[in-house]
């Protein structure tokens, strides 16, 4: 692995095809659409009452925190040392909140003591403990108690790991009082959540975690979840989450309460697109260059049935890059690695035209696909480009 692109160094193109004619490229291409993520952080940033924090893990890469940064984003959720160092290390002036409820032992008081971030959560009194011996039991931190909120409306759900009952959490939420810190509470209703209505019912859940501890919260941090567009789904609109939250905040009655947000995927998945090429076509099988080693780790969850939009496009004789015509048919896409489970789970829809050495654009990539990829068997995904179209 080389040391990170950087979005200054990068070809710039008006159009994936322009990509594609001119690159003609044989590893899997990042294509940067920079319109997209001021678009998404925008919304954000406009529509959102409170902080909205980037959750870092969704895409870490240099170019995409470049790009939230100048769309205006400052505050991150950082879940490990290493996502603090990659943030603070390209904005110094970021605000990073460490968002794990389970922490290496350490890393709280570098995180602490090097670089400023008082934000943290925990969900259990081991950690609440570790956390408190590695800042010096400062007063100056916010500890965010995390829920558990399995409220299905989301397609992977976040609460079968982290996260506690109300009970719970209000003798968490009395420790950290009792501690001198201040109490806050965070959730996550789940990554590509569609149903606006779980935030609601996860404040509802936050609203009777206060009642029972008799603590009062100094913020609350309502997780990410929100969802990306994804081939076959139409979420609902963010303005739709946006005023969910505010009605519901509304009826919890505290006007002044700090109110935060982690997205990861509603931020980045639509930024970037992804050119594969066709290095084998065999009756209905198609070995591409990208596969679920590399920037398509995500297809592997059951739960996440939507598929990345694919396009096929060929060189004509001009050189041209062209959508392939014909009707669709279903084909099984492999990866380029030996394992036999390099294979994408559902089927790609590509016209029957489609031949070794055309490509395959996918659209909806900028979420959990960089983050994932590994170098595995040899391949490493990170060929990247700008389209400004
Ligand atoms: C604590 C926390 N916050 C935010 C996120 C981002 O979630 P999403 O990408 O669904 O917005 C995650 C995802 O794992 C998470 O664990």
């Keep these: 692995m080389n040391a990170p692109v950087r979005f200054d160094t990068l070809p710039r193109f008006a159009t994936a095809e322009k990509a594609i004619e001119s690159l003609k490229p044989s590893e899997p291409l990042y294509l940067v659409r920079p319109k997209k993520f001021v678009a998404a952080a925008r919304q954000f940033l406009d529509g959102f009452p409170g902080d909205v924090l980037y959750a870092v893990k969704a895409n870490p890469h240099p170019i995409v925190i470049e790009q939230l940064w100048s769309a205006g984003i400052r505050h991150f959720d950082t879940a490990s040392q290493g996502e603090i160092e990659i943030i603070k290390s390209l904005f110094p002036a970021a605000i990073c909140h460490f968002m794990a409820p389970v922490r290496l032992p350490g890393q709280a008081k570098i995180a602490f003591e090097k670089h400023g971030v008082t934000d943290f959560v925990v969900d259990s009194d081991s950690e609440l403990d570790k956390l408190l011996a590695e800042t010096g039991n400062s007063k100056k931190l916010r500890i965010f108690v995390r829920l558990v909120a399995q409220l299905g409306g989301a397609l992977l759900e976040m609460s079968s790991k982290y996260g506690c009952k109300p009970e719970d959490a209000a003798k968490l939420l009395k420790r950290v009082k009792a501690a001198g810190a201040q109490p806050c ?71 002044n309460l700090n109110v935060m947000c982690e997205p990861g995927r509603a931020l980045v998945a639509e930024g970037i697109s992804l050119v594969t090429q066709v290095v084998m076509r065999r009756g209905d099988r198609l070995y591409l260059n990208d596969g679920i080693y590399g920037s398509f780790d995500e297809q592997r969850f059951a739960s996440f049935d939507e598929n990345y939009p694919p396009t096929g496009f060929a060189l004509d004789a001009k050189g041209n890059a062209k959508p392939l015509s014909g009707d669709p048919r279903p084909f099984r896409a492999f990866g380029p690695t030996c394992d036999s489970a390099d294979v994408l789970p559902r089927p790609q829809m590509l016209p029957d035209t489609i031949a070794t050495g055309d490509f395959v654009l996918f659209g909806s990539m900028g979420a959990y696909t960089v983050s994932s990829r590994s170098p595995f068997n040899g391949y490493y995904p990170d060929s990247w480009a700008i389209i400004d179209n």
Excluded at 214 to 238: H, K, R, S, T, W
């Design 185 to 255: 509470l965070t959730f996550h209703v789940g990554s590509q959540c569609l149903s606006p209505f779980s935030y609601a019912q996860a404040i509802e859940i936050a609203q009777r975690t206060i009642n029972l501890a008799g603590v009062e919260i100094a913020a609350l941090d309502m997780g990410g979840g929100f969802p990306a567009a994804y081939a076959g789904q139409e979420p609902p609109p963010f303005h739709w989450y946006f005023d969910m939250i505010k009605e519901a905040l509304s009826n919890l009655g505290r006007p």
